[in-house]
């Protein structure tokens, strides 16, 4: 009986971290969509640099959207595709036909990870004063793949913690089930010590001992097994998402893990052992 | 010490247990309730431990009315009864010292207290050779007997004995009689509930008969009458 309710109270502290690195994945995806470009405005090519950051300048000031904006000249335009298609020297002989340099001048604009933001800055580009240096705008395509990625992480974001919640819920019901066995296991000793006159408290208090001792085994398993799951998977995380260590986002928030692993083993070990005995104490 | 006044008992739906039941225990008395199986004595003891609340009437404990206490107070009306079953209600899997320890612990001793008296108590019982003993490992008489020390322990004021010895041969039925009648001598109230005549008889003690849920008899120096 206590095994079985220190498996269920680890089955749950386990669904409980997975919301936690799932919250993480998630953390990195939105990470990763911010600081993708969103816009890049490029330049006639005989705008003077002095004048571009000047736009720079303007454009800060007129949208707080905007985090950061980089500016790229035509050199460093040029040097950054060479070095991009270094082993490809189709690309670098089409290049040399062309004789000058292709490139125009741009400023790679990143914008707060919220749609919608895209025509604003669209449409401020558009004013006389900046329209008069700006060759094009492009956003459009990185705007769709945005819309998608956000979409996407949006979903499972839901789902996860949707379904997280539900098991999490039918997890507990299956905890005060399980501890309500091993209470009623001692239904006998505790009618007998209320009659004799025990006190609420000295028959409750062996019960949630008990309880916090099935949390705080389930936690030592859990957790060695989440540094396990950590330890082992990063490399396949870094190869799904590269950047995302799993192990370092563990190492990061061990305290965090430790907190929520042991909270919700003990704590749930703790209360529902308290709330079971008081049905017994009805004598 | 003891009162009911005016009790009735009616289980769902329409079952009448006990009707109208009013009567008085003083301190230091022998009392014994005596009644066929059924009549209604059991639920009686019960309303003296707050383990069965009157539809109608009070029970009284030294004043205080059971029904209307809250849990603590409860608590505390029950440290001042000791009580004993027929079928015991030992542990099981606790030794003849745990049994009565446990109740020490419960009712909220030391543990020096504890070791000094669950001895001392064992061997007023006889039971001084079979402290390292399980409950199934001893007869009837001697598990009645754990149980009578068990009710002791606590130095209640009042010994509840609810058909304590139904489940024993004569001889072991008189051992334990004997032990009722020696708390007795010692200043205790003991409520005695049987439907053994012979032991109602040898006793020579009050006796108030239950019949069908009705008080039908109350006397001093009371017989077997049904």
């Known amino acids: 009986m206590a095994l079985a309710a220190i498996f269920v109270l680890a089955i749950i502290i386990l669904l409980v971290t997975g919301l936690f690195f799932l919250r993480g994945v998630n953390g990195y995806l939105v990470e990763t969509v911010q600081n993708k470009i969103d816009i890049t405005a490029y330049f006639k090519a005989d705008t003077v640099e002095g004048d571009i950051l000047n736009v720079r300048q303007d454009l800060l000031a007129a949208a707080p959207e905007i985090t950061s904006i980089e500016y790229v000249s035509r050199e460093a335009a040029l040097a950054d595709f060479n070095e991009r298609h270094k082993d490809n020297p189709t690309l670098a002989r089409a290049l040399s036909e062309v004789g000058d340099n292709p490139f125009l001048p741009a400023l790679n604009i990143i914008t707060t990870p919220t749609t919608g933001q895209y025509e604003k800055i669209a449409q401020i580009l558009q004013q006389p004063q900046f329209s008069l240096f700006v060759q094009k705008v492009d956003f459009s395509q990185k705007k769709d793949t945005i819309e998608t990625v956000f979409a996407i992480t949006s979903n499972v974001n839901k789902f996860g913690i949707g379904a997280g919640i539900l098991l999490v819920l039918v997890a507990i019901l299956v905890v005060f089930n399980t501890i309500k066995l091993v209470v009623n296991a001692s239904k006998e000793e505790i009618a007998t010590q209320r009659i004799v006159g025990a006190s609420s408290w000295f028959v409750r208090a062996p019960f949630i001992i008990e309880g916090a001792l099935f949390g705080l085994i389930a936690f030592v398993i859990c957790f060695t097994a989440t540094f396990c799951f950590a330890y082992f998977l990063t490399g396949v995380s870094e190869i799904v998402m590269p950047g995302f260590s799993l192990f370092r986002y563990f190492i990061t928030n061990i305290f965090v893990i430790i907190l929520i692993q042991l909270g919700v083993g003990v704590g749930l070990g703790v209360v529902a052992s308290f709330i079971v005995v008081r049905k017994y104490l009805k004598v | ?226």
Do not use: C, W
């Open chain 2, 1 to 226: 010490m003891i009162q009911f006044q005016k009790v009735t008992k009616i289980y769902e739906p329409n079952i009448t247990v006990l009707q109208d039941i009013s009567f008085d225990v003083q301190s230091g008395e022998f009392v014994s309730i005596v009644g066929k199986s059924g009549a209604g004595k059991t639920t009686l003891l019960k309303m003296i431990l707050g383990l069965e609340e009157p539809t109608y009437g009070s029970v009284f404990f030294n004043g205080h009315n059971i029904s209307k206490m809250d849990s603590g107070g409860l608590q505390q009306i029950r440290r001042k009864i000791g009580a004993v079953y027929q079928d015991y209600k030992l542990l099981g899997n606790k030794t003849v010292y745990e049994n009565v320890a446990y109740i020490m612990e419960a009712g909220g001793r030391d543990n020096e207290e504890i070791g000094r008296e669950v001895p001392k108590v064992l061997e007023v019982i006889g039971l001084s050779e079979k402290v390292e003993n399980f409950p199934d490992e001893l007869s009837g008489g001697e598990q009645q007997r754990l149980a009578i020390a068990r009710a002791l322990v606590n130095y209640p004021d009042v010994i509840i004995a609810d058909e304590p010895t139904g489940n024993l041969d004569p001889y072991n039925a008189y051992e334990v009689l004997s032990l009722l009648e020696k708390i007795n001598r010692a200043g205790k109230t003991v409520i005695l509930s049987t439907h053994d005549r012979e032991i109602i008889n040898k006793l020579g003690k009050r006796v108030i008969t239950i019949e069908n849920g009705r008080l039908i008899r109350d006397e001093a120096k009371g017989r077997f009458l049904i």
